[in-house]
């Protein structure tokens, strides 16, 4: 059962995505010019490179904790226009850095600026749509998203190679300024003053406290942290692998964006499949899938010695293939049950499962020298814990997609 939307559902899911692209184009675009960045910096160390896309994500976590809290207080859209502000200044340091530090606090900056859009955007689909409704659009909704990594990479090398690093930050200000106006004419306010919670101080407490109440979400959320962790991971060390190790350099944004369709072609499939199998049958069965995967690579390739390309690309396109059917549904299940807080829940859930991620992430990825291997050593961890919480979910609370038709 949905609410009418003022947007056609087309042109609902086109929306959502565009706002949701953002995050994507704005770590994306930026990983071919990670070394000209470095030169400009003086700063030559790959490994701390890779904390300029790690800190979008710790920037998206704790933006998230605070926007989600106030847009269920103040309204969806107004927190999407102070999100852009700060996207917008943040934006600005980084084109003007000169030092790594300066540079790291901006891509902050802009991680806590775009969790704004974000967060919303869930909170706004959460809203008019519910159950496997919602994880059908949502599944739409990232088919389409996930066009934007797979060209964004792209882009950010024809932009360095035509202009020159720092114009890769101004084109995401005029993406995000034309998709802002796009959503401020044509997407209707979904939470409606009735509905509003009075912003006090314990707004947060009260929401914290229901959220962690309730078993099934607490698990999916730490399950997505780990899911989350591993993706971080490959996204943050993608340059260093594709570039430096295999040394393709022209070639790694056309690599970059076959393993992308990948993980949008599952994404979309997904949206058709959940309503004939249920959310957890597949977030299951492709946790499984991509647990197993890892660990035969593991056994193949446990020298440390990188295998041929199309040996590792075969690995990872399973890899995206499963998480294509993970995200969506989690965050689904995980925001079900949250009714008029979906604000805060949507925080809470981001906040948290993007703050094990990130620490994942960075645990790992110091390891990421010449070899592949810790990153599948990280998918088979964190694979195995994903299973092992996932049995801890109570299925009487549990609706499959036929029963929430």
Not at 66 to 73: I, K, M, P, R, V
Not at 284 to 300: D, N, W
Not at 325 to 347: D, H, Q, T, W
Not at 364 to 377: C, D, E, H, N, R
Request: hydrophobic share 55%; proline share 3%; with cysteine.
């Amino acid at each position: 059962m949905t609410k009418k939307a003022s947007t056609s559902e087309l042109e609902f899911i086109l929306l959502m995505a565009f706002l949701m692209s953002n995050v994507a184009l704005c770590i994306d675009a930026i990983l071919p010019a990670l070394p000209d960045i470095g030169q400009a910096l003086q700063h030559a160390n790959t490994t701390d490179l890779q904390l300029m896309i790690t800190m979008i994500f710790l920037g998206l976590g704790i933006g998230e904790l605070f926007f989600g809290t106030l847009s269920d207080a103040l309204g969806r859209k107004p927190i999407v226009y102070v999100g852009v502000g700060i996207f917008l200044l943040a934006s600005l340091l980084c084109v003007m850095a000169t030092s790594l530090e300066m540079m790291l606090l901006g891509r902050a900056l802009q991680g806590i600026g775009l969790s704004a859009p974000r967060t919303v955007s869930i909170a706004v689909i959460r809203d008019i749509y519910q159950g496997s409704n919602m994880a059908r659009i949502m599944s739409f909704i990232k088919a389409i998203f996930i066009v934007v990594p797979m060209i964004a990479p792209l882009l950010g090398q024809w932009i360095l190679y035509a202009f020159h690093w720092q114009a890769i930050f101004y084109f995401q200000l005029i993406f995000i300024g034309l998709t802002v106006i796009w959503f401020a004419l044509r997407q209707r306010e979904t939470l409606p003053k009735e509905k509003r919670k009075f912003l006090r101080r314990s707004i947060f407490r009260e929401g914290a406290r229901t959220y962690f109440s309730m078993r099934n979400v607490v698990l999916y959320t730490l399950i997505a942290g780990l899911v989350e962790g591993s993706f971080i991971l490959y996204l943050s060390n993608s340059q260093h692998i594709f570039q430096e190790q295999y040394l393709m350099v022209n070639e790694f944004p056309y690599i970059f964006a076959g393993l992308s369709f990948v993980l949008g072609m599952a994404t979309f499939f997904n949206g058709a499949m959940v309503m004939r199998y249920g959310m957890k049958s597949l977030v299951t069965a492709s946790l499984y899938l991509s647990t197993a995967a890892a660990f035969l690579y593991i056994i193949l390739y446990g020298d440390g010695i990188n295998p041929p390309l199309w040996v590792l690309l075969t690995f990872l396109s399973v890899q995206f293939l499963t998480l294509g059917f993970i995200f969506g549904n989690l965050s689904a299940m995980a925001m079900r049950p949250l009714g008029n807080m979906a604000g805060i829940g949507a925080a809470l859930y981001s906040f948290m499962s993007m703050l094990l991620g990130v620490l994942i992430s960075m645990v790992i990825g110091k390891y990421i020298v010449a070899s592949t291997l810790p990153v599948f050593i990280g998918l088979a961890l964190t694979g195995m814990l994903s299973l092992a919480l996932l049995r801890g979910v109570r299925e009487d609370s549990f609706q499959t997609a036929v029963e929430s038709r």
